[in-house]
């Protein structure tokens, strides 16, 4: 078993930051890939970004510039670090992983607002 745990987001106005942390535990063995991805009330999910081990990065284009991802291995566990956030940006957050299976995080909303 595979567990993800998420922590990092809440309430924050425009223009400001937060960091979202996702870290794995259980039966975790080689990661392929981890990443983020959004979901908007009425809306798809959509990938923010994902690293790749060999740390080859993916942003979505409404997030670069803006988001930053990265990851320590040590300790299994991905960050998403969002500056200047926008009203768009709310919505809740998913970390992923793929280990050759799929595993999600169980999401943690993120809302900006004044």
Known sequence: QVQLVESGGGLVQPGGSLRLSCAASGSVFRIYVMGWYRQAPGKQRELVATITTGGRINYADSVKGR???????AKNTVYLQMNSLKPEDTAVYYCYFNMGNDYWGQGTQVTVSS
């Open 67 to 73: 988001f930053t991802i990265s990851r320590e291995n």
